[in-house]
């Protein structure tokens, strides 16, 4: 059963700590993306990954860090310097984003206590 | 800044009738794309339509490009209380990196 799947569904962090949300699909896609929703808003883009072991900045990369050492998986970090890390993180996938869709994956809610 | 700009922004009507969603951008694009989403959840695609092509359809959807006003619409026709959900557009053009931009969306409410 192919497709991109995020762990966990709901993750709480304290004030301080970094986090790991983890993204992996089966859908042997080359290129995958890390976007942040916030209540009402579109998404806005963290990182994103063209070919393993690359990786460029999006739009808000800062507070943020991530690596792409096999094909399937593209784990996010939300670090302790992402002031205002609440929000719905929702990762992506595609074979190649100038001619084809992205796939996405159910997403993971991050709530700062 | 957001490359895609949906209009209106909320969006109400009755089963049966049709809807339209407006999308507006800045720069060239080598595709534009049209998402649903239902709260909480992923995004699911609906309509990918390239730079070249002037309209496409998918069911009860029909989608149009004008890339010399640089805009786009979505219709979706006899709508259902189903299609409540958030639709987004989203372009991919190579002038600000290999990325797709997506707007703050349209959301739509179907009553029954």
């Known amino acids: 059963d192919g497709g991109i799947t995020q762990s966990p569904k709901y993750l709480f962090r304290k004030e301080g700590q970094n986090v790991t949300l983890s993204c992996e699909q089966n859908?042997?896609?080359?290129?995958m993306y890390w976007y942040r929703q916030d209540p009402g808003q579109g998404l806005r883009l963290i990182y994103y990954s063209q070919i393993v072991n690359d990786f460029q900045k999006g739009d808000i990369a800062e507070g943020y860090s991530v690596s792409r050492e096999k094909k399937e998986s593209f784990p996010l970090t939300v670090t302790s310097a992402q002031k205002n890390p609440t929000a719905f993180y929702l990762c992506?996938?595609?074979?190649?984003?100038?001619?084809?869709?992205?796939?996405f994956g159910p997403g993971t809610r991050l709530t700062v206590l | 800044s957001q490359q895609g700009e949906e209009d209106p922004q909320a969006l109400s009507i009755q089963e049966g009738e049709n809807a339209t969603m407006n999308c507006s951008y800045k720069t060239s694009i080598n595709n534009l794309q049209w998402y649903r989403q239902n709260s909480g959840r992923g995004l699911v695609h609906l309509i990918l339509?390239?730079?070249?092509?002037r309209e496409k359809h998918s069911g009860r959807l029909r989608v149009t490009l004008d890339t010399s006003k640089k805009s786009s619409s979505l219709l979706i026709t006899a709508s259902r209380a189903a299609d409540t959900a958030s639709y987004f557009c989203?372009?991919?053009?190579?002038?600000?990196?290999?990325?797709?931009?997506f707007g703050a969306g349209t959301r739509l409410f179907v009553k029954a």
């Open positions: 859908l042997n896609h080359d290129a």
């Open positions: 339509i390239r730079s070249n092509e």
């Open positions: 989203a372009t991919f053009g190579t002038s600000g990196g290999f990325k797709t931009i």
């Open positions: 992506a996938s595609s074979i190649d984003p100038s001619v084809y869709e992205q796939f």
